[in-house]
């Protein structure tokens, strides 16, 4: 039997964008895990962007399941952010790992968005097409993200 040869690999990073994971203290969220996820640096602009993209997604895939939490807060304060479709593979990825075999009338995953000068008008016009209103679940300011997702972290409880 051929004997092959296993190469130790590492999830690329990519340049100029880092990770950090932060929970919410559980006493101050009715017991719920809230993590945030924030990101740090340059998010490069279209095509340029997908590993980055891609990093952000599996970022927060790894802190859903590491943390096991009832609401994840993705903090795009520090991060600047012009253009690029593939950040919305975050959105579309969680939906796959929370949502797969939820019911009809289910409430969603609570994910909630924060964003700064930095990355705020490009991620509503990407989440937001035609000049439509923000949605509910994008802030500028963290405690209120965290209020909001506390709220619907209860929710979807409540309802699984």
Same mark, same amino acid.
């Given at each position: ?5 296993? &190469? ?10 880092? =990770? ?17 996820? %924030? ?7 279209? %095509? ?11 970022? @927060?895939?790894?802190?859903?399941? @590491?943390?096991?939490?009832? =609401? ?5 304060? @520090? ?31 609570? &994910? ?31 405690? @209120? ?16």
């Amino acid at each position: 039997m051929k004997q092959f040869t296993l &190469v130790e690999a590492t999830p690329p990073v990519p340049k100029g964008l880092s =990770c950090r994971f932060f929970l919410v203290d559980r006493t101050e969220t009715d017991r719920r895990t809230v993590l945030v996820v %924030s990101f740090d640096g340059e998010y490069p602009d279209g %095509s340029l962007g997908n590993g980055h993209g891609a990093y952000i997604a599996t970022s @927060a895939l790894h802190g859903l399941k @590491a943390f096991d939490a009832d =609401c994840v807060i993705l903090d795009f304060r @520090a991060m600047t952010y012009r253009w690029g479709n593939t950040l919305l593979q975050v959105f579309d990825d969680i939906a796959q790992f929370r949502d797969s075999g939820s019911d009809p009338g289910e409430p969603p995953f609570p &994910v909630v968005v924060v964003t700064s000068e930095r990355s705020q008008a490009a991620f509503l016009s990407l989440v937001t097409p035609n000049g439509r209103a923000a949605p509910e679940w994008h802030f500028d300011d963290i405690d @209120a993200a965290i209020a909001y997702g506390t709220r619907k972290a209860r929710e979807w409880l409540d309802f699984i």
